[in-house]
C-alpha cells in the first residue's frame, strides 16, 4: 500500500528520520516552515557511542553530552518524536549488508535502506504522505552521493515518495511535489561536504543547540571496532553471533589467543562494572586485592591457554612490575588461583585484534 | 522490567501506573515509557524509575515533543523517579 493523499482540508503530513544532528533538524525545518505536519523517528540500533557512554555510567561524564539528541531535536522543533528498537532485523542486516561495508564495519547504504523501510511502515500507519531524510547529495562517500541515493529509493519500498528537502533541487521531483504537497521551490539545493549552507540557516532559524558533526557517533565507522567486528566475523558461524556478542565488542582490549579462543580485559572501574554484567558461564580472571582488570574469556581455555590469559590478566593489574603474580580465574563456582609473571607487552601485540 | 519490584514500589507513589526501568539504559527506559503511555488514559500519572542520570534530560524533552506534561523527579539513592501525566484527549 502506498501513501495515503491528505484530505482535502487536512495537512500534509510526513515522516522524518531524524537523528538530531544539524541536517535532519533543518530537513525538519524546511518541511515545518512549508505548513506540513512532521512526526519524527528516531533509531535506536545498539550501536550508538552515546548510548554506550550511558550504560558505562561514568560520573565524569556530563549528561548534557549524553542526552539523546532526536528528543532533544523533537522538543526544540515542538515535533513528536518516537524512538524505535531497531531489534534483531537490524543486527542480521550489520552481519550480512547486502550492499556491503564502508571503510570500516560500516554498512550504510543497508542501514538507510532499513531505517526508511522502517520510516515507511510508519508512514501508513500513521496516515502520513511521504518520508524524508536530512540527506545530502555528496556529503558522504558511501551513502549519499547520487547512485547510492537513487538506489536506496528504489529499494526502499516506496519509490517516489521519499523527499530530501536539502539537497531536492539536485533530484528529480518526487510525488509529494508533483501532487503540490511540497512547494519544490522552498526546498534547498544544498551538495557537498561543506556546511556553510547548513551552518548559515541555523543561524537564520536560531538553531543553536545540536551536536557538532563528527561522524563520529556510530561504533561500525570506528577503526578499533570494525576491527574487533570484522575478527567476530572470522571466527565465528555469522548466523549465531549474538547481540551480547557484538555489545561486548564495544569496550576493553581485544585479543585473540586462539580461533576459537578470545578475551576482553577491561580498561577501567566502569568497564569492570560493564563486563560483570555479561560473566555468566564464562571464564573470568582478575588479580585478588589489587587494582585490577577483569579479564572475561569467549571460548573453552585449557590450562596452558588460562596460564596465558592469567599473565595478559597480572600485565594490565597494579602489580604488573613484580616478578610473580597469583592470579585468580574463575567459572561459575569453580576457582583456581595461578602464579604467573605478567606477560611482556612484545608477546602481547602478536594477540591484539 | 520487575513486576514485584513495581507492586511494591507502587504502594508510595502517586502515580496511577509505575514502570521500573532500572537496569535498562536509554533510549530503552523512553521507548518503554512511550509504549506504556499508549495504554494510559488521557490524564493518567506515570511514574518512571530510571538509575540512568541521563533520563533527567532525556524524559523533560521527550515529554515537550510529544505534549505530555512533565511533573517532576525525585531521587532515591541510585534511583530517580519521574513522574509524567498523559495529555488529555488520547486514549
Known sequence: MMATPPERSARVRAVGLLSGGLDSTLAARVLLEQGIEVLGLNYSTGFCMNDHRRALGRSEDDPRRLRNEGLRAGSDLGIPIEILDAGEAYLKMVLNPKHGYGKRANPCIDCRIFMIHGAADYMREHGAQFVFTGEVLNQRPMSQHMRSLRLVEKECGIPGYLLRPLSAQHLPPTVPEQRGWVDRDRLLAICGRSRKEQIALSRTWRIEDYPQPSGGCCFLADESFARRFHDKKEHSDVENIRREELILLKVGRHFRLAPALKIIVARDESENNFLSRFVDSRWRFEVPDTGSPITLVEGEPDLEMRRLIAAITARYSDRRSEPLVEVSGRRAEHEERLVVSPLADQALEAYRI | ?91
Not at chain 2, 511494591?8 to 502515580?15: D, E
Not at chain 2, 518512571?48 to 524533552?61: G, K
Not at chain 2, 539513592?77 to 519521574?82: A, C, K, N, P, T
Request: glycine share 8%.
Open chain 2, 1 to 91: 522490567m520487575d513486576l514485584t519490584r513495581e507492586r511494591q514500589k507502587a504502594r508510595s507513589s502517586p502515580a496511577d501506573e509505575i514502570l521500573d526501568t532500572v537496569g535498562l539504559y536509554c533510549p530503552i527506559p523512553i521507548i518503554r515509557t512511550a509504549e506504556r503511555m499508549k495504554r494510559l488514559a488521557g490524564g493518567a500519572v506515570l511514574e518512571v524509575i530510571s538509575d540512568d542520570r541521563v533520563i533527567l534530560i532525556d524524559m523533560p524533552a521527550w515529554c515537550r515533543s510529544t505534549g505530555n506534561a512533565f511533573l517532576g523527579s525525585r531521587q532515591e539513592g541510585e534511583e530517580f523517579r519521574l513522574l509524567v501525566r498523559k495529555k488529555e484527549g488520547h486514549a
